[in-house]
């Protein structure tokens, strides 16, 4: 079993920054990828980036320039550097695991305000 442990959501005015991170621990045979989703009410969970154990990433296009993913394979962490917030990107946002099967975490408020 492999849990992730989520934190440094929170509230913050548009144009600041934000920088979650996601620990994982248990037993991980082998870490794939990780990477965040985000879903906003009434709206789909949708991927906002993710990171390969190669460092390869796929960052969505609505973040593209303004977000980046890193990881430390040491720590079996990931970070999402949100930079120049914007109202829109207020969601829950989720850490995801893929190893020998895919885990998620209990997600974290992320609220921009304007």
């Known amino acids: 079993q492999v849990q992730l442990v989520e934190s440094g959501g929170g509230w913050v005015k548009a144009g600041g920054p934000l920088r979650p991170s996601c620990a994982a621990s248990g037993t991980i045979l082998s870490m794939n990828a990780m990477g965040w989703y985000r879903q906003a009410p009434g709206k789909q969970r949708e991927l906002v980036a993710m990171i390969t154990s190669g460092g390869g990433t796929n960052i969505a296009d609505s973040v593209k320039g303004r977000f980046t993913i890193s990881r430390d394979n040491a720590k079996s962490t990931v970070y999402l550097q949100m930079n120049s917030l914007k109202v829109e990107d207020t969601a829950v946002y989720y850490c995801?695991?893929?190893?020998?099967?895919?885990?998620w975490g209990q997600g974290t408020q992320v609220t921009v305000s304007s």
């Open positions: 995801k695991a893929w190893t020998n099967r895919i885990y």
